[in-house]
T-cell receptor, first 113, second 115 residues
Framework: GENVEQHPSTLSVQEGDSAVIKCTYS??????FPWYKQELGKGPQLIID?????GEKKDQRIAVTLNKTAKHFSLHITETQPEDSAVYFC????????????FGRGTSLIVHP | DAGVTQSPTHLIKTRGQQVTLRCSPK?????VSWYQQALGQGPQFIFQ???????QRGNFPDRFSGHQFPNYSSELNVNALLLGDSALYLC??????????????FGPGTRLTVT
């Protein structure tokens, strides 16, 4: 089955800095890679996703890149703000196959004002 | 437009007891998936329901069972509770796989504590 590794487990930055979270996956059949933000006491919320036919996708201050050859994908947050503080999860799944996501273990992002 | 709702919010049970958790999917969604999220971990897939049947199952014992109703809402039942079942249980709704875009919408979860 799929295995997703996520690093780092904790990331502490100053407000205004950039933050990068990296994930690797093992199953070459995976073709959809969502990122979720989970705030304290809430369920994960989809913030951005990327499909295997695209190398990069941006949405305002967040962007995701995908390298299918190396089987890794990354989340980039620019101009971080205190409200970006949360746990971020990457996931990988096979659309057209099982449709069930395998999640990374999460990255706790702390943005200091 | 109501999102995914779950009840109860918190629950405390004793080892050996049984528990039922409930989920109502986002309007327009017909598929419900359940996940277990232990502290400091990512969500682990338990099973998925659509058309009132269990369609896929993760690596969880038979003590975990579920049901989906005609209005697409769902229940998760756990029998013979163990201390290790303490976790946040998340429900996620989506469209059926033949129409799915991959997007899932999660509820706020039910925090289960087994003592």
């Amino acid at each position: 089955g799929e295995n997703v590794e996520q690093h780092p487990s904790t990331l502490s930055v100053q407000e205004g800095d950039s933050a990068v979270i990296k994930c690797t996956y093992s199953d070459s059949a995976s073709n959809y890679f969502p990122w979720y933000k989970q705030e304290l006491g809430k369920g994960p919320q989809l913030i951005i996703d990327i499909r295997s036919n695209v190398g990069e996708k941006k949405d305002q201050r967040i962007a995701v890149t995908l390298n299918k050859t190396a089987k890794h994908f990354s989340l980039h947050i620019t101009e971080t703000q205190p409200e970006d503080s949360a746990v971020y999860f990457c996931a990988a799944l096979w659309l057209g196959g099982s449709y069930i996501p395998t999640f990374g273990r999460g990255t706790s992002l702390i943005v200091h004002p | 437009d109501a999102g995914v709702t779950q009840s109860p919010t918190h629950l405390i049970k004793t080892r050996g007891q049984q528990v039922t958790l409930r989920c109502s999917p986002k309007s327009g969604h017909d598929t419900v998936s359940w996940y277990q999220q232990a502290l400091g971990q990512g969500p682990q897939f338990i099973f998925q329901y659509y058309e009132e049947e269990e369609r896929q199952r993760g690596n969880f014992p038979d003590r975990f069972s579920g049901h989906q109703f005609p209005n697409y809402s769902s229940e998760l039942n756990v029998n013979a509770l163990l201390l290790g079942d303490s976790a946040l249980y998340l429900c996620a709704s989506s469209l059926a796989p033949d129409r799915a875009s991959g997007e899932q919408y999660f509820g706020p979860g039910t925090r289960l504590t087994v003592t």
